[in-house]
T-cell receptor
Framework: DVKVTQSSRYLVKRTGEKVFLECVQDMDHENMFWYRQDPGLGLRLIYFSYDVKMKEKGDIPEGYSVSREKKERFSLILESASTNQTSMYLC?????????????FGPGTRLTVL | QQPVQSPQAVILREGEDAVINCSSSKALYSVHWYRQKHGEAPVFLMILLKGGEQKGHDKISASFNEKKQQSSLYLTASQLSYSGTYFCGTEIKNTGNQFYFGTGTSLTVIP
């Protein structure tokens, strides 16, 4: 079974703090994704990585950056957290060369920025 | 380019049927369906690759109308275990496989 783990289930940070969310997958998948999930807005892609050190912006990259130094690990960074970044963050991975292969999700990190 | 799902939320009694619709403004290559139970990760349900295709397992099935750029998910004789949020994912044609998840539909099945 594919396993995608995220570093924290719940996180509370203050405005202006630098926040790191980490995601690890154990199936040697090429692709990794970061989404944010908000009520009524569904899942929106923040960043996509198709290989180590390679990344593409998604629909809502502003205020976020990512890092992928090893194939199994994909980090989402909030350089200076703001209250409008309070959300559920989901990481996913997939095997293949495109966006549309079956994605395996982690359990999510609920981030609250005060 | 995010597909719109309807309804946004639905409450059913056990045994009732439901239909969730997913509509895109762009031509589609494929449609995927995922379910997220409360507090859990979204899980892949099925993919539809061809216009006119219908698929299903257990009592959950889906159809893909390529001409209308729509897909529908059918849940028949709903069970308590069907509760969760359902997402469609759409692969847009002629965009290098761009893929967007929908706005989500919350489905609650009550006894």
């Amino acid at each position: 079974d594919v396993k995608v783990t995220q570093s924290s289930r719940y996180l509370v940070k203050r405005t202006g703090e630098k926040v790191f969310l980490e995601c690890v997958q154990d199936m040697d998948h090429e692709n990794m994704f970061w989404y944010r999930q908000d009520p009524g807005l569904g899942l929106r892609l923040i960043y996509f990585s198709y290989d180590v050190k390679m990344k593409e912006k998604g629909d809502i990259p502003e205020g976020y950056s990512v890092s992928r130094e090893k194939k199994e690990r994909f980090s989402l960074i909030l350089e200076s957290a703001s209250t409008n970044q309070t959300s559920m963050y989901l990481c996913a991975s997939s095997y293949g060369t495109g966006y549309a292969d079956t994605q395996y999700f982690g359990p999510g990190t609920r981030l609250t920025v005060l | 380019q995010q597909p719109v799902q309807s309804p946004q939320a639905v409450i059913l009694r056990e045994g009732e049927d439901a239909v969730i619709n997913c509509s895109s403004s762009k031509a589609l290559y494929s449609v995927h369906w995922y379910r997220q139970k409360h507090g859990e990760a979204p899980v892949f349900l099925m993919i539809l690759l061809k216009g006119g295709e219908q698929k299903g397992h257990d009592k959950i099935s889906a159809s893909f109308n390529e001409k209308k750029q729509q897909s529908s998910l059918y849940l028949t004789a709903s069970q308590l275990s069907y509760s969760g949020t359902y997402f469609c994912g759409t692969e847009i044609k002629n965009t290098g496989n761009q893929f967007y998840f929908g706005t989500g539909t919350s489905l609650t099945v009550i006894p």
